[in-house]
Nanobody, 115 residues
Framework: QVQLVESGGGLVQPGGSLRLSCAASGRIFSIEPMAWYRQAPGKQRELVAFISSNNNINYGDSVKGRFTISRDNAKNTVYLQMNSLKPEDTAVYYC?????????WGQGTQVTVSS
């Protein structure tokens, strides 16, 4: 079993920045792919950023150039640095991890961008 715990969400003004963290624990024996998804009210969950086990990175089109995903393998932690935030970035952000073919999700952290 694997547990994912997100932190770092909150309320920020447009143009501001936030950094999300997701710490993974449990039965993890190697470097595994991790990602951030988000879901806004009334919308489908969408991929924000993905980082593979060998650090290949992909971003959703709406966040390219503004968000940066990174990881600390020693801590089994993935980060999402979010800059130039817009009101449309408001959503619940979820951490994702695949371990031995099984998908795990965090509980989500709310990010609200509003003046």
């Amino acid at each position: 079993q694997v547990q994912l715990v997100e932190s770092g969400g909150g309320l920020v003004q447009p143009g501001g920045s936030l950094r999300l963290s997701c710490a993974a624990s449990g039965r993890i024996f190697s470097i595994e792919p991790m990602a951030w998804y988000r879901q806004a009210p009334g919308k489908q969950r969408e991929l924000v950023a993905f980082i593979s086990s060998n650090n290949n990175i992909n971003y959703g089109d709406s966040v390219k150039g503004r968000f940066t995903i990174s990881r600390d393998n020693a801590k089994n932690t993935v980060y999402l640095q979010m800059n130039s935030l817009k009101p449309e970035d408001t959503a619940v952000y979820y951490c994702w991890m695949r371990v031995l073919g099984i998908i795990y999700w965090g509980q989500g952290t709310q990010v609200t961008v509003s003046s």
